[in-house]
């Protein structure tokens, strides 16, 4: 091994751990959004049939509710895991990167064509 190749084995093992835990982290986000799909196709149904009930005590109002409730925090919670900080920060700085790059390229033409 070169004195170059040594150097580059502790970065290549970060990258590699770095990598590992972006993947288990995408699995159980994964497992989480699967087990919520589960959770919502089934208070619908449990809605559904509670709608369809003809006797509607306040009792079944308030389990409706209470459901309704349940519905909205859990596609709430789904539509968060889709987006968060980490997941977009790496294209985010690469945007501000090669953005502010073009930005100064644009100056120095501007400045030389004039």
Known sequence: MTKLEDNQQPEFDQELEELETDLRLLKERYAQVQQDQQKKA?????LKNLQQNKHQTPEIKEELKRIQKKLEVLEINLESQLFSW???????????RFGGLGVIIGWLLRSWIS
């Open 42 to 46: 089934q208070w619908q149904q449990e």
């Open 86 to 96: 980490n997941s977009l920060k790496r294209p985010f700085w690469q945007v501000v």
